[in-house]
């Protein structure tokens, strides 16, 4: 421990998961509007339906 005065606390070395945010970014949060706008995620999986199996996803 380096000499001087001492508080007693300890600083943080972990941050929880739930405490991370993103920064985002203007260009991906318009093209995520516009794809949900126009149901893009239902497009795709009916497009990817075909190749999962029935009980446990992917086959």
Same mark, same amino acid.
């Given at each position: 421990?380096?000499?001087?005065? =001492?508080?007693? &606390?300890?600083?943080?070395?972990?941050?929880?998961? =739930?405490?991370?945010?993103?920064?985002?970014?203007? /260009?991906?949060?318009?093209? =995520?509007?516009?794809?949900?706008?126009?149901? /893009? =995620?239902? /497009?795709? &999986?009916?497009?990817?339906?075909?190749?999962?199996?029935?009980?446990?996803?992917?086959?």
């Amino acid at each position: 421990m380096a000499m001087g005065h =001492d508080n007693g &606390e300890q600083p943080t070395l972990f941050i929880t998961y =739930d405490k991370l945010q993103g920064l985002g970014h203007p /260009f991906y949060e318009a093209l =995520d509007k516009l794809l949900r706008k126009h149901g /893009f =995620d239902r /497009f795709a &999986e009916k497009q990817c339906e075909p190749f999962y199996a029935e009980v446990m996803g992917r086959p």
